[in-house]
């Protein structure tokens, strides 16, 4: 069972408008959350990170925010350019570090000149 | 660093065949993840190492799937025999502490 959800498969944004990407996910035991972003033929990158004694973690056009009573995070880019064009995967893991990250699958951004 | 280094970056093979699939992590990681893609169910961990010792193999589907890793600088990952439900890209990530650094994969179709 997916304990990382990404329920939006694709999302269409114009450019220079917010791009929100959302993530929910089930195992209260995670404390440690990235987004991961990846383009076509390559290996995903990986973006922005928050763990769980934060609500809020921000990387110039990039904020996370986490709530973690709904058990959900979102990722948001603004402005949206056309370069952030790519999958977005979730991840989530029970502690910070290297270890097994759960991931979703995936939510396709497109953002429109 | 040229990063993480997989080979090859396709594979063709025909059902029953055995499949290897090879990583070279960036040198110093001493975690080293093989994960696969699909469609339905994303990136799903298969297997992870330190410093060469498998640490959690819980995500290798089936006795069909093993992982080696011989030195710190290499790693396989050997499918036998093969079926057409293993098709999907693999990727191999390298790291020593938080978001690992993926490799560019290797996409393997089992006709």
């Known amino acids: 069972d997916q304990q990382v959800k990404q329920n939006s498969p694709s999302l269409s944004v114009q450019e220079g408008r917010i791009s929100i990407l959302n993530c929910d996910y089930t195992?209260?035991?995670?404390?440690?959350f990235l987004w991961y972003k990846k383009y076509p033929a390559e290996g995903p990158t990986f973006l922005i990170s928050i763990s769980s004694i934060k609500d809020k973690n921000e990387d110039g056009r990039f904020t996370v925010f986490l709530n973690k009573s709904a058990k959900h995070l979102s990722l948001h880019i603004v402005p949206s350019q056309p370069g952030d064009s790519a999958v977005y995967f979730c991840a989530a893991s029970e502690m910070d570090g290297a270890n097994n990250l759960f991931f979703g699958t995936g939510t396709r951004l497109t953002v429109i000149p | 660093d040229a990063g993480v280094i997989q080979s090859p970056r396709h594979e063709v093979t025909e059902m029953g065949q055995e499949v290897t699939l090879r990583c070279k992590p960036i040198?110093?990681?001493?975690?080293l993840f093989w994960y696969r893609q699909t469609m339905m169910r994303g990136l799903e961990l298969l297997i992870y190492?330190?410093?060469?010792?498998?640490?959690?193999d819980s995500g290798m589907p089936e006795d069909r799937f093993s992982a080696k890793m011989p030195n710190a600088s290499f790693s396989t990952l050997k499918i036998q025999p093969s079926e057409p439900r293993d098709s999907a890209v693999y990727f191999c990530?390298?790291?020593?502490?938080?978001?690992?650094?993926f490799g560019s994969g290797t996409r393997l179709t089992v006709v």
């Open positions: 040198s110093g990681h001493d975690y």
């Open positions: 195992n209260s035991m995670f404390d440690y």
């Open positions: 990530a390298s790291t020593t502490y938080g978001a690992g650094i």
């Open positions: 190492f330190n410093n060469n010792v498998p640490i959690d």
